[in-house]
């Protein structure tokens, strides 16, 4: 099928998009969103230019520089997008393209500005304002391809990021590096941004919370994140998410993160957050907050974290598997599995760790729990570990104090 191309010279910030396109000029500085996809089934060709939004312009919602508004089947490819809340954001639909796109300094504006910071300045009748700070956002959205993209310095909250609803996404050979973004105000105040559950409109997220890449959900299952290199994120280069059991969200299961290079996480934030783990199931919060079930991580390399190389969280998760992975030179340990934190719940259980390498951590492989519960490690290699059944027979691990790595509990 031929492909009807616009040639884009009245093209402008905010225009709706129903038709293939293919950019040849440069467009923005933009004050609302850039490019607005209405179509299914269609290309959008930046052509090598560059969607350029203005932070210093918006004062209400956020605002990305490409926004796929319920669409399936679409394409973009090909160009730059920078100086928006989000550059890319898949609002819903599915089984779309994201590819061959540079994202960089998409920083909610918030961030950049100060303005709309404060829990005061949030409009509660039309709810939490911040809803972006990544380079590419995928939001209840499934089936979607985010592949060969080079993802820069984005923020507060993620180089790319799966949330809500969003299953059967594939993130493959993207380039992710320097999210590290603070959330901060050019004067040094938290923003709304990332506000927990419990806080509501009227709550500050943390300071530290940029992740390379994000499934956060809740309810995101059997995403593949396979071959991106991952480079000096704030508090994790790859993240799984918890939930809260509480509220009765669902959690993010059968996640299965693969082939990944994943380096320096903590190396600008590790001083006001040390939990800056390379790759992480993560729990934060009270204890009705659990992480899921089912990961895999599979093949990965991970070194030179300002935490862990790989941490998996407590409360009972189970069904994990962790093999074939290189963890070297990481702050704290190589491999934590977590133990029981609060009584009546467990820590991680009835999981396989085999065929790993680590050496030079702070502690190569670590599990919380007594004699490693129902957990199985074997055929690794391990310099040190913290307990005998952590090291395969013969293998030569020495055991040694937990209390000698910097910090064994996992986020």
């Not at 100060?114 to 509660?124: F, H, K, Y």
């Not at 996404?169 to 990332?194: F, S």
């Amino acid at each position: 099928m031929e492909v009807d191309v616009d040639e884009s010279a009245e093209m402008r910030d905010g225009q709706e998009i129903d038709r293939s396109v293919t950019l040849h000029r440069d467009i923005g500085p933009c004050p609302e969103d850039g490019l607005v996809i209405t179509a299914d089934n269609i290309t959008v060709d930046l052509n090598g230019h560059t969607i350029v939004g203005d932070p210093t312009a918006r004062d209400g919602r956020c605002k990305a520089g490409i926004v796929l508004r319920g669409v399936r089947g679409v394409t973009v490819r090909n160009g730059t997008v920078r100086g928006f809340d989000a550059g890319v954001a898949i609002m819903g639909g599915g089984g779309n393209t994201v590819r061959q796109i540079t994202v960089e300094d998409n920083v909610n504006y918030r961030v950049v500005t100060g303005r709309n910071a404060d829990p005061d300045d949030v409009d509660v009748d039309n709810g939490v304002l911040c809803i972006f700070g990544e380079g590419i956002a995928v939001i209840d959205s499934s089936d979607n391809v985010i592949e060969h993209n080079r993802v820069y310095r984005n923020g507060p909250l993620s180089g790319i990021a799966l949330v809500g609803d969003s299953n059967d996404n594939l993130v493959a050979h993207n380039e992710v590096a320097d999210n590290d973004i603070l959330n901060q105000t050019p004067d040094g105040r938290p923003t709304t941004c990332g506000t927990g559950p419990g806080q509501g409109p009227m709550g500050r997220g943390r300071a530290v919370q940029n992740i390379g890449i994000r499934v956060e959900g809740p309810g995101a299952d059997r995403n593949v994140i396979e071959h991106n290199r991952v480079s000096r994120s704030a508090i994790a280069g790859i993240a799984v998410h918890s939930y809260n059991t509480q509220a009765g969200t669902p959690p993010n299961e059968a996640t299965v993160i693969r082939h990944n290079h994943v380096t320096e996480t903590g190396k600008t934030t590790h001083q006001m957050d040390p939990h800056a783990h390379g790759i992480t199931v993560m729990r934060m919060g009270p204890a009705f907050v659990r992480p899921p079930d089912g990961v895999t991580i599979e093949a990965n390399s991970s070194l030179g974290n300002f935490g862990h190389g790989i941490s998996v969280a407590g409360r009972g998760s189970r069904g994990h598997t962790v093999t074939g992975n290189v963890v070297n030179h990481n702050v704290s340990a190589g491999i934590l599995l977590e133990g029981p934190l609060e009584p009546g719940l467990d820590g991680v259980v009835d999981s396989t760790i085999s065929g790993n390498r680590g050496h030079n951590n702070g502690i190569d492989g670590v599990d919380g729990n007594d004699e490693c519960g129902t957990n199985r490690w074997s055929r690794n290699r391990f310099g040190t570990v913290n307990q005998p059944c952590v090291a395969a027979e013969g293998s030569g691990s020495v055991a040694v104090p937990a209390g000698s790595v910097r910090t064994l509990s996992a986020r």
